[in-house]
């Protein structure tokens, strides 16, 4: 899970080089940044049914040497922005292998409740950090840094390929499973509160190392790719943190996730100041509390799922966590494609983004409350004079 979240992530701090050194647009970029979500979305749809047929160890074994494509076909294809957006994708497919077959495993070997969701969490956080710390440094400092970078990710997966294929722990289920054909409904609760918290997960790394870096790049000159990298380091080593701390703490559900969604929402209008006042400063700070209000809200959801998934769904509920997450990464896509094609500045996007996200959630919450209120009228209705309740039969 760490090699392949280091490979997602460390093209992001390489953005402003390939807007400065090949002059690719602010889109064009974006759209780079936000390609591998093409690959990985399909990938977390199906990866549960990969560890369903054949176990966990062998998906894990093919996320490895698809995520080392990815790098090569990225530093092969620095001039040419299709072979790029194809090597995204092939990211984007191991990645989520990595996330739900890498979860399900560990879920499999955790023996406390609570604990694999966090250990899911912090792997992948680690990972993004590690990975975008160190492409960012390379690129500013290194020869080659549109080939540095990913060369070492390669050596990277050559190591992780190695240790899976001598593991010998994964959990198996046959065919004839029951479980696989699971048609259990998911809790009404997943889809009016966890549903509506998943796209804020990567939206606010999206805002973190996409949408502020170019607010301050003026201020930086030199020092862009640099500056991209700690950004990338900061907001997700600030989240590792934070998801280590939810380990000390009550193992409940929806308190993580309400304050991460918070965090998320005061650091989005931090990042709306900051754009209008391009201040290093208030950036650095903008991405610190998105960083962890990812972290937060990220534990968040992966607890909630693995305390209400009922038998054989707790894969189908993490995957659509993260596929619906992975949407918020088109979130500085779509800032700039509204700059661009209407020209609206990024702190309007972003003051609409915050909105979006307060609305979203209190409508879930509020849905949620009523229908449980409903539910709880009628199982405590009197019934009607001349009539007879019999438990358990239901009348047409």
């Not at 064009?28 to 749809?45: D, E, H, K, Q």
């Not at 922005?81 to 979860?103: H, K, Q, Y």
């Not at 609305?359 to 539910?375: D, F, K, M, S």
């Not at 009628?378 to 007879?388: E, M, R, W, Y």
Request: positive net charge; aromatic residues 8%; charged residues 10%.
């Amino acid at each position: 899970m760490f090699v392949v979240a280091w490979g997602g992530n460390q093209f992001t701090p390489l953005l402003t080089m390939y807007r400065a050194e090949r002059g690719f647009s602010e889109l064009a970029v974006n759209t780079l940044l936000f390609a591998y979500v093409v690959g990985l979305i399909p990938s977390l749809l199906l990866a549960h049914r990969l560890a369903a047929r054949w176990g966990t160890r062998d998906p894990l074994v093919l996320a490895v040497p698809l995520s080392a494509l990815g790098s090569i076909l990225v530093a092969a294809g620095s001039h040419n922005p299709a072979l790029m957006f194809a090597g995204r994708m092939s990211t984007g497919v191991a990645l989520g292998i990595g996330m739900v077959v890498g979860g399900l495993a560990l879920d499999s070997l955790s023996t406390t409740s609570g604990r694999a969701p966090r250990a899911s969490a912090m792997s992948l956080t680690s990972g993004f950090a590690v990975g975008a710390g160190a492409a960012g440094a390379l690129a500013q400092w290194a020869p080659a840094p549109t080939t540095t970078s990913f060369v070492l990710h390669g050596v990277l997966c050559a190591g992780g390929a190695v240790l899976l294929a001598r593991s010998t722990t994964s959990t198996t289920r046959t065919r004839s499973d029951p479980q696989e054909r699971n048609r259990t409904p998911l809790p009404r609760a997943f889809h009016l509160l966890v549903i509506p918290a998943a796209p804020w997960i990567f939206g606010a790394l999206g805002i973190a190392y996409a949408v502020l870096p170019p607010i301050v790049a003026a201020e930086l000159a030199g020092f862009d790719s640099a500056f991209s990298g700690l950004l990338c380091l900061l907001s997700l080593g600030l989240g590792f943190v934070a998801q280590r701390l939810v380990g000390r703490t009550p193992r409940r559900t929806g308190p993580t996730r309400l304050i991460g969604l918070s965090l998320f929402v005061v650091g989005t209008l931090a990042a709306a100041v900051a754009a209008a006042t391009a201040s290093v400063w208030l950036v650095v700070a903008a991405a610190s509390v998105l960083g962890i209000g990812y972290g937060l809200t990220l534990v968040g959801c992966l607890r909630d799922c693995e305390r209400s998934a009922p038998p054989g769904r707790l894969g189908t509920m993490t995957g659509r966590v993260y596929c619906l997450g992975y949407l918020g990464f088109g979130l500085p896509t779509l800032i700039a494609w509204l700059h661009s094609s209407f020209t609206v500045d990024t702190t309007t996007s972003l003051l609409w983004v915050a909105a979006t996200a307060v609305v979203t959630n209190l409508a879930g919450a509020v849905i949620l409350g009523i229908t449980r209120r409903r539910q709880a009228a009628g199982v405590f209705a009197v019934p009607a004079a001349g009539t007879t309740h019999h438990p358990g039969v239901r009348r047409g």
